[in-house]
């Protein structure tokens, strides 16, 4: 277990903790969605952790070590990242991350409470996909942080505006705020508030997954309002662009509305849609400023929030930056050496590096890059992650004899 279960150990304490009692998520006990869906996710889990072992074609004794199986080394690989994050931002945890990380259970990334699913697509591109690992943290900190927290005054005014207040309406709302944060989160953590990077990574991203969409035009406005939306936070917060934004300020909304499309519109592949969905001009700028709207209540409550986000930033950029970090990257991209996992301070700056030489050069990472990227970050989990959760699995173990 230790070698090849053992991240599975706490989020497996989590779900029998909430099926019988009052958790952070609800009364899990009434809810048979939820517990299905979660045993439906440890199974999953629980089946590639033993394919990584080899379980199902060797029988010996050293069929649990972490330095034989693939997959388990990717799977710690991802973790590292979110562990990391969590780790420094939640301090009201013993154990700031109760979750695990499966591949290939869903076609996208996506979250269900702690756990994150990654597509079997994305796994071996680090450079390329592993930032929405960021976003997806995000939503993470969004439940534990409890910033959508129904009984909180921003959030029922914000509610109570909505005009049918129905429970479909309602749950359209918080999820469109939930991913408003998350945006948020990954453009400080994920991008360290580089815009250029975002928007071209995140948008290929997105039109990539347009085309698979059942209703396309909804899902490209959707995130043309949660982009706007972070547009809206840097200009007020980071770059203090438009310190004095205001709610009421309509003409001041519209025209940041129209800077922020004509930014969109140098982005590869973005025109051609506007286009295709008849936006263009001051009507569509108007449009989004309008549909934005119901969430700009929330921009002074995110950013109480994420106050420690960006202290975080502050470090990330200093560590970004460094000369021994650049060098390490450079030996990785140039030769395929492994960083050592003492010398890894965040482990996710590690794809973000390769991903903007990648975008900057045109040059793609090699298989041999990419493959040393993922055993850096699986030494380190293996050195950090791991112990950490064997840590608190010790810990509830009682005394020998009691």
């Known amino acids: 277990m230790q070698d090849s279960f053992l991240d599975l150990y706490l989020p497996g304490c989590k779900l029998i903790s909430d099926v019988f009692t009052r958790g952070q998520y609800g009364n899990l006990k009434d809810d048979k969605r939820k ?53 420094k931002l939640i301090k009201t945890r013993e154990t700031p991350w109760q979750g695990f990380i499966s591949i290939g259970l869903k076609h996208e990334p996506v979250h269900f409470m702690e756990n994150i699913h990654v597509p079997f697509d994305h796994v071996l591109y680090p450079e390329k996909y592993w930032w929405c690992l960021i976003h997806e943290t995000g939503h993470i900190l969004t439940m534990v942080w409890n910033v959508l927290h129904r009984k909180h005054p921003i959030i029922e005014e914000a509610i109570s505006r909505i005009p049918t207040n129905s429970k479909a309406d309602i749950r359209f709302y918080k999820n469109m705020a939930d991913n408003c944060f998350a945006d948020t989160f990954d453009f400080i953590i994920g991008f360290l508030g580089n815009r250029d990077l975002y928007f071209k990574r995140c948008w290929a991203f997105l039109l990539d997954n347009l085309k698979d969409d059942e209703n396309p035009q909804q899902f490209f406005m959707r995130h043309l309002v949660r982009h ?84 975080l930033q502050t470090d990330l950029k200093e560590e970004y930056n460094s ?35 990648w975008v900057r050069t045109d040059k793609e990472l090699s298989f041999r890059g990419r493959i040393a990227t993922i055993l850096s970050l699986f030494w380190y989990s293996h050195q950090h992650f791991l112990p950490e959760i064997f840590a608190a699995y010790q810990r509830t173990q009682r005394p020998h004899g009691q």
């Open 35 to 87: 517990v299905v869906q979660l045993l439906s996710e440890f199974q999953w889990a629980m089946r590639e952790r033993a394919m990584g072992a080899y379980l199902f074609t060797e029988g010996d004794e050293h069929s649990f070590s972490p330095i034989k199986g693939g997959l388990q080394k990717i799977l710690l690989a991802l973790e590292s990242i979110p562990f990391n994050l969590l780790t």
């Open 228 to 311: 706007f939306f972070g547009w809206l936070f840097e200009g007020k917060f980071l770059s203090k662009r438009i310190p004095e934004f205001s709610l009421r300020d309509v003409d001041l909304r519209r025209e940041e509305a129209v800077a922020f499309v004509r930014s969109i519109e140098e982005i590869p592949g973005i025109k051609e849609k506007l286009e295709e969905f008849r936006y263009n001009g001051d009507r569509f700028a108007q449009k989004i400023s309008l549909e934005t709207a119901p969430y700009l209540f929330l921009l002074d409550h995110f950013h109480e929030f994420l106050g420690p986000v960006l202290e």
């Open 323 to 357: 000369k021994k970090f650049k060098s390490r990257i450079k030996s990785l991209e140039d030769h395929g050496i492994t960083i050592p996992h003492q010398d890894i301070k965040y482990p996710h700056l590690i794809p973000l590096k390769l991903m903007e030489n």
